[in-house]
């Protein structure tokens, strides 16, 4: 995995709102294991998928209508690059256009971008808004055994496993890696 110890510790350390509030830690997790459904043999860049799902709403201001955090977003995955991550270029600019435009309802773009797309809005339940699937930018996202998976954890707040192994490991600092 791309995401590092050390990596979400500077994110969770610069995240203005609650960690476990709904734009948080748990959201973070379940966008991740979406992607990483969505992306599973569909040729997406898994190291995009998963970067985006801790940079997409790593820099939001609130829980409700805030206008630019998905830009703040790509400009702190910016900022991250080269010291807790490389990628190239093409790869850089996916991850950009995925943060920023990952709420205007797009659902146009590279296979990655899209998978990106999906891996947040399959998420949306959680704020009681059902994922319709002319809105959604994959097939696979718009499979009913994969929409219906994703739509019951969202809608019932499952903590994902990253979170409940690894990243609190990571964020409790007790070194699991």
Do not use: K
């Not at 409700?64 to 991250?80: M, N, S, T, V, Y």
């Not at 709420?103 to 009681?128: E, F, K, M, N, P």
């Amino acid at each position: 995995m791309i995401i590092t110890a050390d990596m979400l510790r500077a994110i969770a350390s610069r995240y203005r709102g609650r960690l476990h509030g709904i734009h948080g830690l748990s959201h973070w997790g379940r966008v991740l294991e979406n992607g990483e459904r969505l992306a599973a043999g569909a040729g997406a860049d898994m190291r995009v998928v998963q970067l985006f799902a801790v940079f997409h709403d790593a820099c939001r201001v609130n829980d409700g209508i805030d206008p630019g955090h998905g830009e703040r977003g790509a400009g702190l995955a910016r900022a991250f690059r080269g010291e807790y991550f490389e990628l190239d270029d093409a790869a850089m600019a996916e991850l950009e256009t995925a943060c920023i435009h990952h709420t205007d309802g797009r659902t146009d773009g590279s296979l990655t971008v899209r998978v990106c797309y999906d891996a947040d809005r399959l998420d949306l339940l959680r704020c009681q808004i059902m994922p319709r699937p002319e809105r959604l930018a994959t097939d696979q996202a718009r499979e009913p055994a994969l929409l219906d998976w994703a739509c019951r954890r969202a809608r019932d707040h499952v903590e994902p496993a990253v979170l409940a192994t690894t990243w609190r490991g990571w964020l409790e600092g007790d070194g699991r890696r």
